[in-house]
Structure formats: C-alpha cells, structure tokens
C-alpha cells in the first residue's frame, strides 16, 4: 500500500525541512503525536532512532522509527516495522521560489508476513483513508508552523 499527499507552505526550504524534521518538537506542533522520545544525543541525521507515540484509529500507538536517509534540506525517508510489516515513509522538499516550498509525504507498508499480507488484503480499504486523512493532517499542521514563523 502506498499513499502520498503534498502540501504548499509559503516559507524557504530550510525552515520547512528544519521544522518537519524537528523530532523533539513534534508533539508541540502535531496534535495526534502525544510523544517523543529520541534514543541518543546530538543532531538528527541518518540513523537517528526515537520512540513515537501518537493517537491513530482513537488508541494510542507506540512505534520504533529510524531515519535511513537524511540529505538537509531536501528529503529524508524514515523506516519501521511493526506486526509483520515494514513501513518507509519519505519526506520531498521542493523550493518553488525562495520562499515557497511544496512537501511531499509519501508512506508505504509492506507486508512480511502471511498473517500481515491476509490483513492488509482485508483491511486495506479502510486503513488507506485513514492514512491519507493522517498524512493530510500532519502536512496541515507542519504547513500551519511554519508559516506562522514567516
């Protein structure tokens, strides 16, 4: 399954990448992220690992993420895996002018295992809507950050 959304946010690059990939300040800026813990000190960058919990299908939900690409102020891709499946999510930063830059989110699960696959093949429907209305939400609320620091 894969899904991707984009968003237009009137502010430079550099100030979009350096607020989308502000993990330690997620929860002030994205609602349904009530937590994050980065494991390790330092910059984040390319295998930067944290704990994030976040309300999804009305439950919280922990996961386990890693960043496995990190090219500032251009993209990053963070991986998980979770109940068979692997998940990579990827983050495009696009000047459009020197003060407008369109984000691309784009999330992919793979399933691993025969269990994983049966209820991605039945869940799928639901789950990708769900999704979709989640990366909308998170673009939203990076978009509404961002430009209020403009």
């Known amino acids: 399954m894969m899904i991707a959304e984009s968003i237009t946010i009137n502010a430079p690059r550099e100030r979009v990448f350096g607020i989308a990939s502000d993990l330690r300040n997620a929860p002030s800026r994205i609602p349904e992220i009530t937590r994050v813990e980065v494991l390790g000190d330092g910059p984040v960058g390319k295998g930067t690992r944290w704990r ?3 309300i999804m299908f009305g439950k919280e939900h922990t996961e386990l993420l890693e960043i496995a690409d990190f090219r500032a102020p251009e993209f990053y ?4 895996h979770n109940c068979g499946t692997d998940y990579y999510t990827t983050f495009d930063f696009k000047s459009e002018g020197p003060s407008t830059t369109t984000v691309t989110f784009a999330f992919q699960g793979t399933p691993t295992t025969f269990a994983a696959r049966i209820m991605c093949a039945l869940m799928a429907p639901m789950m990708k809507k769900t999704l979709q209305k989640c990366l909308r939400s998170d673009l939203e609320n990076i978009k509404r950050a961002c430009e209020a620091q403009t």
């Open 52 to 54: 994030e919990t976040r």
């Open 77 to 80: 891709a963070v991986t998980a």
